[in-house]
């Protein structure tokens, strides 16, 4: 297929939950005819359902998958299941108004709820021979599950769009009943294959059936990676994120809506700094795709349609500025060790055991005899760390700490003495600075504070770095 000219369009979970006042607004609003088309949407799951199929993002309350996973025959996952089908037909009743779109969305629900059933079921069946083991195959599971929320927001979606008029095309990615094996880029390609962009607007599933495995390398990210590769695959002019909030210079509830601003413009190495300190623009494999593709990405705010939002491309700053303050929860996990001065492979056990653990690094420093994690990870996980490290050197001596890191990030912070004007104005603040770290890379300058300072810490940050006049500080003044 010969793509023309056209955007390829992420709407998130939350965002989807308002999907009708969507429709009206970012979709459809002033658009008529073909003006409306030359786009791509790939849509998430609706807000919540992917929580209840997997396990909550934030509270790690067991969803489907950690039922059927730690199953102990009372079958608590089936109750589950069903929570998952009251869920979606309550999602698809308040976005749809007529009785036979309702009906259409109730037989696919009820199709992908029982087929997923069966599946599971099955599954369990054989694995109780001993030839078969269920670990081995929970991975599937979860892409299986994964796959259900997504394709059911992309069809009612499809749904309620048609009956507004527009020509949308309901493309499943998520493999169901499909016995072809394929790579991500053959499952875009099959799918995307007989569009016509010039009078059809797709409505794709953010998850993609293929041979890589999403969820085994990106996890929950895995949405923002198949909409990443659909811009790439089609050479789209541009890739659009819309969110539910703007990308700004700081949480508006810390600093104050009157201070806070638009970033307007910035680039990759900045969103892979905001990745790094848990605040994703997009997730960073997604945006590595989008930038070895040349395909520039806006995010935006998608309940104000007529706003640009922030371009994100590959362009260096003009003027040397901070453009972001974001703080994140962290441990530091030190090893301190008299005779660690010339001896090797010191730091090598300690990332090898940060990595047997699944614990990731924000940022280190080290110096002669003691090497500094700091880390985004339980307790819990830290204290197994700390105790394969333990058994490693028994002459050293091994603590973690929990603190916050505030960082202040900019696409060009070269004379700005972000480091120095921080460290004065929490002085005057009284702010306590545990630890501060920049690199000659000059992109972000790190304060490691007390968690109980961190909002404190940034709001006094970004008044320091940031002016309140809601303009970019190119001053290189204290």
Same mark, same amino acid.
């Given at each position: ?37 030359? !786009? ?16 909550? @993002? ?36 308040? /976005? ?15 199709? !992908? ?47 309620? &769009? ?80 819309? @969110?539910?909030? $703007? ?35 997009? $997730? ?15 995010? #935006? ?11 994100? *491309? ?39 055991? &940060? ?14 005899? #003691?090497?500094? $994690?700091? +880390?985004?990870?339980?307790? @819990?996980?830290?204290?197994?760390? #700390? ?12 603590? /973690? ?10 696409? *060009? ?27 000659? !890379?000059? +992109?972000?300058?790190?304060?490691? +504070? ?27 003044? /204290?």
């Amino acid at each position: 297929m010969n793509f023309p000219d056209h955007t390829v369009e992420k709407i998130g979970g939350t965002s989807m939950s308002r999907i009708r006042e969507l429709r009206d607004t970012l979709i459809i609003g002033g658009r008529t005819g073909s003006s409306l088309y030359h !786009r791509i949407f790939v849509v998430s799951a609706f807000g919540g359902i992917t929580n209840l199929l997997l396990e909550h @993002k934030k509270t790690g309350e067991p969803g489907v998958y950690a039922l059927f996973a730690n199953d102990d025959n009372d079958h608590g996952w089936l109750d589950a299941l069903t929570r998952v089908g009251e869920a979606m037909s309550e999602a698809h009743n308040g /976005a749809l108004d007529n009785p036979a779109d309702r009906a259409r969305a109730e037989e696919f629900v009820r199709d !992908r709820i029982e087929g997923a059933r069966s599946c599971l079921f099955d599954l369990q069946r054989l694995c109780s021979y001993g030839h078969f083991r269920l670990s081995s195959q929970m991975m599937l599971v979860r892409e299986l599950l994964s796959g259900l929320g997504e394709a059911h927001s992309a069809f009612v979606t499809s749904l309620m &769009l048609q009956r507004a008029g527009v020509n949308a095309r309901f493309v499943d990615l998520s493999g169901w009943r499909d016995e072809r094996e394929c790579s991500l880029e053959g499952r875009i390609a099959t799918g995307l294959r007989d569009l016509d962009l010039a009078s059809e607007m797709p409505i794709v599933t953010g998850y993609a059936q293929c041979n890589e495995g999403l969820m085994r390398e990106y996890d929950r990210g895995y949405s923002e990676v198949t909409f990443s590769s659909i811009a790439s695959y089609t050479k789209a002019k541009e890739a659009i994120i819309h @969110k539910e909030f $703007h990308l700004s210079s700081a949480d508006p509830a810390l600093v104050g809506t009157d201070a806070v601003r638009k970033l307007g413009h910035t680039n990759y190495d900045v969103a892979d700094q905001l990745s790094n300190m848990g605040m994703e623009a997009i $997730h960073p494999n997604a945006a590595k795709i989008l930038r070895q593709s040349n395909v520039a990405l806006r995010v #935006t705010n998608a309940f104000e349609p007529s706003d640009p939002g922030t371009l994100i *491309d590959s362009q260096p700053a003009r003027t040397p500025a901070v453009e972001i303050v974001t703080s994140i929860d962290a441990v530091a996990l030190e090893l301190f060790e008299q005779d660690m001065v010339g001896v090797k492979g010191y730091d090598a056990t300690v990332l090898e055991a &940060l990595r047997r653990h699944k614990v990731r690094i924000i940022s280190k420093s080290s110096n002669a005899n #003691t090497i500094t $994690h700091y +880390v985004e990870a339980s307790l @819990k996980a830290v204290r197994r760390v #700390t105790n394969d490290l333990e058994r490693a050197y028994p002459s050293a001596q091994v603590s /973690a700490r929990a603190l916050s890191i505030v960082s202040a990030i900019g696409r *060009d912070l070269s004379g700005v003495r972000a480091l120095g004007r921080g460290l004065a104005a929490f002085e005057r603040a009284g702010v306590e600075v545990i630890a501060a770290h920049q690199t000659p !890379r000059n +992109v972000d300058v790190q304060f490691a +504070v007390p968690r109980a300072s961190a909002e404190t810490a940034v709001a006094v940050l970004h008044a320091a770095l940031l002016p309140a006049t809601g303009q970019i500080q190119t001053s290189k003044a /204290a």
